[in-house]
């Protein structure tokens, strides 16, 4: 397939590898952003072919992972009105909010429809102006642009039966809080490619020049990847912090500007809790007040729900890339992808579910 098999190519990948090892000459720590990307670093094996010098760890770019656990018992709270269609993707329905899932919710007869976009999520609510039709709205930048034309395409068809429960979280905010801690070990960042797709990469080239410290766009497959790492390392042995885009055939540095003019219609800056981080100022969107008709939270009057996390899990140092799930003494005993303590096991996309998939 296009685009998708020269990405897998083993001589490739090996021969970026070798340049790699040509080139490293002392111990760096990267951290790869998005979920999607610890995924294919763990399932290929990756991180055990790089020289010993390069650290991988892996960073909080799992929009369901960072879905702080109050979202999910408001989204529980919500689905549970008889009057309510509450509709998600696939992904958000095991996750365990702090009694139940939305799966639960489901079998004790809410009304709980998984859709593949949130556009359908509006057809329903046409289909059903007796009911109350939501959508739960998380994720990244990348998920952003849908979530934002449903909400335009239910105001000019003036549905008042249509709200969504957004938990958005931007990436260069939490970037910079990572950078900010003071047990920070990250000295280079792989960029989440879907999520430059949109917002392009002109938002890390102040990121870089403030904390001296290299960032490269990179893309999914084994050989973007190893891409990726190569031109990181390459800037860190030079001592430089270059922006560099080692996914240039879907990112540019201004992005989807069509895309980002729409988001910023419908959504505001906002203070963002991260699951197991807690709030970075400044890291998530909300709706405009133009828009607040179509919150869910304030609709079913649930801003007020607060959660505690399980005080076994880790998976926020897992998220900082301050600790590995191996580390965790909960992870293949207490935590499975089966009986999940945290959203880093029970995502897909989560570094826990690598780690219990690959290496277990
Ligand atoms: S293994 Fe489970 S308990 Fe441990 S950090 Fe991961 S999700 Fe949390």
Not at 166 to 182: C, F, G, K, M
Not at 210 to 219: E, S
Request: net charge negative.
């Amino acid at each position: 397939m296009k685009y998708l098999s020269e990405y897998r190519d083993g001589e490739l990948v090996h021969a970026a590898l070798n340049r790699i090892r040509e080139i490293t000459t002392r111990p760096w720590t990267l951290m790869e952003i998005c979920g999607g990307q610890t995924h294919s670093i763990i399932k290929n094996g990756l991180d055990q072919l790089l020289p010993p010098e390069i650290d991988l760890v892996h960073g909080p770019g799992c929009p369901v992972c960072v879905t702080p656990l109050e979202l999910i018992d408001k989204a529980l709270a919500i689905a549970s009105h008889p009057e309510v269609i509450f509709t998600s993707y696939g992904d958000m329905l095991r996750v365990p909010g702090s009694q139940a899932d939305l799966f639960s919710v489901r079998a004790a007869g809410g009304d709980i429809r998984v859709v593949y976009s949130p556009l359908d999520a509006v057809r329903l609510a046409q289909e059903n102006p007796d009911r109350e039709v939501v959508f739960f709205a998380i994720g990244f930048e990348a998920t952003a642009p849908a979530n934002v034309i449903s909400v335009v395409q239910a105001d000019k068809l003036n549905l008042d039966n249509y709200s969504i429960l957004v938990s958005h979280v931007r990436v260069p905010p939490a970037i910079e809080a990572i950078l900010n801690s003071p047990e920070n070990r990250v000295q280079g960042f792989l960029a989440a490619g879907h999520v430059c797709a949109v917002m392009g990469y002109w938002e890390y080239l102040p990121i870089a020049e403030k904390f001296d410290i290299p960032i490269t766009v990179t893309g999914f497959e084994p050989l973007d990847i190893v891409q990726g790492i190569l031109a990181t390392v390459e800037s860190l042995e030079a001592g430089t912090h270059q922006v560099k885009n080692a996914y240039s055939r879907t990112v540019t540095e201004e992005g989807n500007q069509s895309a980002q003019a729409v988001i910023n219609q419908v959504f505001e800056n906002c203070d963002r809790k991260w699951r197991g981080i807690g709030t970075i100022p400044n890291s998530g969107w909300r709706l405009r007040p133009a828009y607040t008709k179509f919150d869910a939270e304030k609709r079913f009057q649930v801003e007020s729900i607060q959660s505690e996390e399980s005080p076994l899990c880790i998976s926020g140092l897992v998220l900082q890339g301050l600790k590995k799930p191996d580390e965790c003494e909960a992870f293949g005993t207490l935590c499975t992808p089966e009986n999940p303590l945290g959203a880093t096991m029970v995502s897909d996309e989560g570094a826990c579910a690598a780690y219990f998939r690959y290496r277990k």
